[in-house]
């Protein structure tokens, strides 16, 4: 309990794959099929995380069947 998740070795620290709010939907998607990433920080326009888009997330949208538009921003997809 006196190390951090870091010194651990628990997580992943360097190259983090992000995403901003009006990233497109279908590209969040190919990052978790390309980065094989479960979850994507979602970033403002200052480089702070504002959200997260996971893929619980998007197999939520599968079982709701509102997969009509995969243009939609991320941004309008968490707002479903």
Known sequence: ???TPKELGIGSFDNIC???KDTP???ALKYFLEKRVSALPL???EGKVVD????FDAINLCAEKSYDNLDVTVHEALQH
């Open 1 to 3: 309990m006196n190390k």
């Open 18 to 20: 992000t995403i901003s």
């Open 25 to 27: 939907l279908i590209e």
């Open 43 to 45: 970033l403002d326009a």
């Open 52 to 55: 997260i888009y996971a893929k």
